[in-house]
């Protein structure tokens, strides 16, 4: 039986990367899609109540492929894969991929992707999974570039879900988390990096006034960023960033000298 690949993503089940993704993994399995009906950026895993969860079947078809089972979801990214799992599937999927997404999910701001949060709970679920994101301006995290070219992007999901359709990942990787640079092509090289602790989307203030929320810019000199991050990565070596996460956001300090830390006083 070939394996079952469930695929989602934050931008909404019409957006390109999705589109992208879905021809990306095309011949590696039985591909079942579940996404929003709409943008969802920012949502992290959240878990909203004023959602209908009403399931809309899409027509949905791929090049070489025909139809596909595709399923438009009034959900955040993270409840997507949980009706997924609970109402949609016919087996237990053998991979989950989330993208690609209208810009970069690097450094802090991991923890708010909508990208990332659909990914992770793939994971609480026990599927491997893999988040790829697509650096774009600010201006188009919402709507897609209709100039992007996915061949990169698409090359590199083809190939990581290879990998993880293929191999188990080690223990504590629970997601990889793959950020292309702008100018990446098929052939870009890649690295393992790390998450930058510096904050990357710096918050600008908006018209309060006139209800508008915070929007972001990206830091100054992200190429200056702490060696073999994900924000270095992307734009020092302007290479493809695959960072591993774990579901375990246990810190890694020694206990003995936190435990030494927190008893400063004797008890």
């Known amino acids: 039986m070939e394996p079952l690949i469930l695929l989602t993503n934050d931008d909404g089940i ?4 999705l589109r992208a993704a879905a021809e990306a993994l095309s011949g590696l399995g039985e591909l079942l899609i579940a996404a929003p009906d709409r943008q969802w950026s920012g949502a992290g895993r959240a878990m909203p109540r004023d959602v209908s969860a009403e399931i809309t079947e899409v027509p949905y078809a791929l090049p070489h492929q025909g139809h596909v089972h595709a399923y438009a979801i009034d959900a955040s990214p993270a409840l997507c894969i949980i009706y997924a799992m609970l109402e949609l599937v016919t087996r237990p999927p053998d991979l989950a991929v989330s993208g690609i997404n209208f810009g970069e999910n690097v450094s802090t701001e991991v923890t708010i992707s909508g990208t990332i949060g659909a990914a992770l709970e793939a994971a609480t679920h026990g599927i491997p999974a893999l988040a790829v994101s ?4 600010v201006e188009h995290h919402l ?5 992007e070219d996915y061949a990169a992007a698409k090359a ?3 190939r990581f879900a290879k990998q993880l359709l293929s191999r188990a990942l080690p ?32 918050p600008v203030r908006q018209d309060r006034e006139a209800g508008e929320q915070p929007g972001y810019r990206v830091m100054d000199q992200p190429e200056s960023a702490e060696i073999g991050s994900d924000v270095w990565c992307l734009h020092k070596l302007r290479q493809v960033s695959v960072t591993p996460l774990s579901l375990d956001l ?3 300090v020694d206990f003995g000298t936190l435990d030494e830390t927190l008893r400063a006083d004797g008890r």
């Open 134 to 137: 697509a650096e774009m301006s």
């Open 143 to 147: 709507a897609g570039d209709a100039f």
């Open 156 to 158: 590199f999901t083809h």
């Open 171 to 202: 223990t504590d990787v629970d997601v990889l988390s793959i950020n292309l640079p702008r100018s990446a092509t098929p052939e870009t090289a890649w690295q393992l990096t790390h998450i930058s602790r510096q904050r990357y989307f710096v």
């Open 14 to 17: 019409r957006s390109a990367g």
């Open 250 to 252: 246990t810190s890694r």
